[in-house]
């Protein structure tokens, strides 16, 4: 019942998700207790360290320069800065800090040097971290292991088929060439999607089959539920149903039975209740923090009453994967090579993506 397939069809995922939902929790629970402890759920923190003037078209991203959102952009964040923040989350029962870039892609130079200098620091405090950096090469994910990094987060966002509706300044293949050099390290693969964006339940079970093929299957998947921001293309979702966020956490649970599903974005339109039946379905952690990168999220001491009512108890740091070793930037066994990651120039157009670049 809780064997690892890479082979999932469209067809039995979709099957899954529109089960009736008791059969559907009992499965996924199932498949969750013998896997995970169901009672411990890892607390991460999310940190934007470069916020807004995204050049990405991305169409449910207030970051995105080419949006008139209320974001307020900021430069990369100092290494002091950084730790300051993780021991904070750390006081606070984080075990993971996760730090985001609004980049298209990293580039060598001092930017970078100072990222890898804080996933030194932050790894010295004996916490996981990941980054999320947008596109990497080779070299680049090994330079970020060597200092340390513990996950990198490359979500899929969507299907295939849908990506094309969401995204036009690259293709969905790039996404999955950056999860490929992450795979070339020691760093552990993070990678969702959002529901919630226009896509149908097939779009879902797509990016679903997509996330499962890839062998090994992603340490970390997040969920998100999409937060409709004014300005952005996607403004005017409508909110996604509890009960499919529901089916969409159980669901993910089955096709891959040892991932962290990593209950994202939107939680505040969430009730305890809707989050507890999460929980039950197989997510098994949370990200803390009053912001998740520009959008609102629960505060910290509403986390914690709910865990405590629910009696959960955090996940401890490195449970799953050993803390990876830091090595010094003097002692760097690699050079900034200079390169770029190469992506496609996909030629389509998303009509709704040019309107909200157009409103002022
Ligand atoms: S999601 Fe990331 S890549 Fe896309 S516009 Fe936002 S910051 Fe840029």
Redesign the pocket.
């Known amino acids: 019942m809780s064997i690892k397939r890479h082979d999932w069809t469209r067809e039995e995922i979709i099957a899954l998700y529109n089960k009736p939902l008791m059969d559907l929790l009992f499965e996924a629970a199932t498949i969750h207790r013998v896997n995970h402890d169901p009672n411990v759920v890892q607390v991460s923190t999310l940190l934007s360290i470069k916020t807004g003037g995204?050049?990405?078209?991305?169409g449910?991203?207030p970051?995105?320069a080419r949006y008139h959102t209320k974001v307020e952009g900021n430069d990369l964040m100092g290494v002091a800065q950084v730790k300051a923040q993780a021991l904070r989350a750390k006081a606070s029962g984080s075990s993971r800090v996760c730090m985001g870039a609004?980049?298209?892609n990293v580039k060598d130079g001092p930017e970078f040097d100072q990222v890898l200098e804080m996933v030194r620091t932050i790894n010295k405090l004996d916490m996981e971290v990941c980054c999320t950096l947008?596109m990497i090469t080779e070299n680049q994910a090994k330079r970020l292991a060597e200092a340390g990094l513990y996950a990198y987060n490359h979500n899929l966002d969507t299907s295939e088929e849908y990506y094309k509706e969401v995204?036009s300044t690259r293709g969905f293949e790039d996404r999955l060439q950056t999860i490929e050099n992450v795979r070339k390290t020691n760093v552990t693969v993070c990678s969702g999607g959002i529901i919630g964006m226009g896509e149908s339940v097939e779009d879902r079970a797509g990016m679903l089959v997509a996330l499962a093929s890839l062998s090994p299957q992603p340490e970390s998947v997040p969920i998100n539920a999409l937060v409709a921001v004014e300005g952005t293309p996607m403004e005017n979702e409508k909110p996604v149903e509890i009960w499919e966020m529901i089916r969409m956490v159980a669901t993910t649970r089955i096709v891959m039975p040892e991932t962290q599903v990593r209950l994202s974005a939107g939680r505040t339109q969430m009730s305890r209740e809707g989050q507890a039946m999460c929980f039950f379905a197989g997510a098994n952690s949370i990200f803390a923090g009053d912001k998740l990168l520009t959008t609102p999220n629960p505060d910290v001491n509403e986390d914690m009453k709910m865990f405590e009512m629910l009696g959960l108890v955090a996940q401890k740091p490195f449970t799953k994967v050993s803390q990876p070793k830091t090595v010094e930037a003097a002692d760097s066994e690699y050079a900034p090579l200079g390169e770029k990651p190469k992506w496609t120039r996909p030629s389509h157009k998303i009509e709704r993506n040019l309107e909200a670049s157009g409103k002022k």
């Not at 995204?54 to 991305?58: A, F």
């Open positions: 995204c050049p990405e078209d991305c449910y991203c970051q995105a609004a980049w298209r947008g995204i």
